[in-house]
């Protein structure tokens, strides 16, 4: 009946972070309560810690949940280093040996907060480097590409690369199918940066003249979908 009763809250908890938060973390403390030796019962009150912005709390469950043989979470692990001021900690967890058993996403998230933390420590160009991997090419569709693509926008942004961030952006809109990222509104925020709308739609094209150019008479390869079409005329 215990298991029951805190696999119940854990459930509560997943079905509410999205929508309602502190709700979640509510139910995922309930289970760490009655369950604090259960990896999964840490795990989720470390999750829900996390989305909800205690740094702290979040840091302790998700490390004891990895002891516990739970799930690594070792992207939100350095987040949190990271948003406690520590980002040497964040890029730590990069270089150890468990990065190289992660599932290809949790790498590539972690990479990304890997590189927020260099930013964090000034070594802005280091953070454009940092993420130009192999998985940063626009014709590959896969879960991370618009995270990763918008990432890298934002740190070429960052060190003044305004015509090349807006490119990236551009590509991280095309490949953004859920719409989690604000690529657009990063675009709207380029133009002026560019010299205004006329620029910013020949770099819209030239991204679809690359694109037609790699994949004559396609409308997409294996592993990605089709382009989306950026609406030029938002600046007109």
């Not at 205004?196 to 294996?222: C, I, K, M």
Request: with cysteine; hydrophobic share 40%; glycine share 8%.
């Amino acid at each position: 009946m215990v298991a029951e009763d805190v696999g119940a809250h854990v459930v509560a908890a997943g079905m509410l972070l999205d929508s309602e938060p502190e709700k979640a973390l509510e139910h995922a403390r309930y289970a760490r309560k009655k369950a604090s030796r259960t990896p999964a019962a840490r795990e989720a009150n470390g999750v829900t810690a996390y989305h909800v912005g205690n740094w702290s709390e979040a840091l302790s469950e998700l490390r004891a949940a990895r002891r516990m043989g739970g799930q690594s979470h070792l992207a939100m692990i350095a987040d949190c280093e990271r948003a406690m001021g520590r980002p040497q900690r964040a890029l730590e967890l990069l270089r150890s040996e468990e990065t190289n058993r992660l599932p290809k996403d949790e790498e590539i998230e972690l990479r990304i907060v890997a590189a927020g933390a260099r930013r964090d420590l000034g070594q802005l160009e280091a953070a454009v480097v940092s993420l130009q991997l192999p998985e940063l090419d626009p014709r590959q569709r896969n879960p991370w590409s618009a995270r990763l693509f918008y990432a890298y926008a934002d740190n070429l942004a960052a060190v003044g690369r305004n015509e090349e961030a807006f490119t990236w952006f551009v590509h991280a809109a095309n490949a953004d199918d859920e719409e989690a990222t604000d690529a657009p509104e990063r675009l709207d925020e380029l133009v002026p940066l560019l010299g205004g709308p006329e620029e910013a739609e020949r770099l819209v094209e030239q991204v679809d003249v690359d694109a037609a150019e790699q994949h004559p008479g396609e409308e997409g390869t294996s592993g990605q979908g089709p382009a989306h079409d950026v609406d030029l005329g938002v600046w007109d």
